[in-house]
């Protein structure tokens, strides 16, 4: 079993900045990917970013040139850096890690508003 503990959330303005970290703890093979989703209120959960293992990165059109995300394998942590937050960017944030299997976070809330 793997479990997710997701750190880093809060309020912020538009404009500002958060980073939101994940590390995964329990009985380990290999981390394959690590990324992030988020789910709005009313809304579907979406995909945000993912890297891989090797370090190539995939992030959602709607967070690039904003959000970038990085990855410390040794200490299976990910995280993500979000600058020049929007209102649109208010969601829960859930960690996902790709093993054999898929696990996912308990959700960090991310809220922007002024």
């Known amino acids: 079993q793997v479990q997710l503990v997701e750190s880093g959330g809060g309020l912020v303005q538009p404009g500002e900045s958060l980073r939101l970290s994940c590390t995964a703890s329990g009985i380990i093979s290999h981390i394959y990917v690590m990324g992030w989703y988020r789910q709005a209120p009313g809304k579907q959960r979406e995909f945000v970013a993912r890297?891989?293992?090797?370090?190539?990165?995939n992030l959602a059109d709607s967070v690039k040139g904003r959000f970038t995300i990085s990855r410390d394998n040794a200490k299976n942590t990910v995280y993500l850096q979000m600058n020049s937050l929007k209102p649109e960017d208010t969601a829960v944030y859930y960690c996902?890690?790709?093993?054999?299997?898929?696990?996912w976070g308990q959700g960090t809330q991310v809220t922007v508003s002024s």
């Open positions: 996902h890690a790709t093993t054999i299997r898929e696990y």
């Open positions: 890297i891989t293992d090797g370090g190539n990165t």
